[in-house]
């Protein structure tokens, strides 16, 4: 079993950045893929991004391509999501979601087995 834990939400203005963390804990993660994704009000479950738990493969949905940034501390058993030049349109609930194995290129939330309760980020304009 695993479980994931968000923090770092908050209310921040537009173009402000914040950084979210996922706190993992549980069974052994080295083959497992870590994504991040987000909620708002009304709408479905989007991708964000997605980070390996061993190597250096990295998959970011196009609207937050080179404004985000997903990283891991295997040590600490944490994986992060840098968001810088925030825009009222990336105000969500944030989730961590992990996987057991598969590809990186998962953008599907199925696709991801464990999730944890989420984080507010919500962005002013």
């Known amino acids: 079993q695993v479980q994931l834990a968000e923090s770092g939400g908050g209310l921040v203005q537009a173009g402000d950045s914040l950084r979210l963390s996922c706190a993992a804990s549980?069974?052994?993660?080295?083959?497992?893929?870590v994504g991040w994704f987000r909620q708002a009000p009304g709408k479905e479950r989007e991708f964000v991004a997605s980070?390996?738990?061993?190597?250096?493969?990295?998959y970011y949905a196009d609207s937050v391509k080179g404004r985000f940034t997903i990283s891991r501390d295997n040590t600490k058993n944490m994986v992060y999501l840098q968001m810088n030049s925030l825009k009222p349109e990336d105000t969500a609930v944030y989730y961590c979601?992990?996987?057991?194995?598969?590809?990186?290129?998962?953008?599907?939330?199925?696709?991801?087995?464990?999730w944890g309760q989420g984080t507010q980020v919500t962005v002013s304009s």
């Open positions: 979601a992990a996987k057991s194995s598969g590809t990186t290129y998962a953008d599907n939330p199925r696709l991801y087995s464990y």
């Open positions: 549980g069974r052994t993660f080295s083959a497992y893929v």
């Open positions: 980070i390996r738990w061993t190597g250096s493969t990295t």
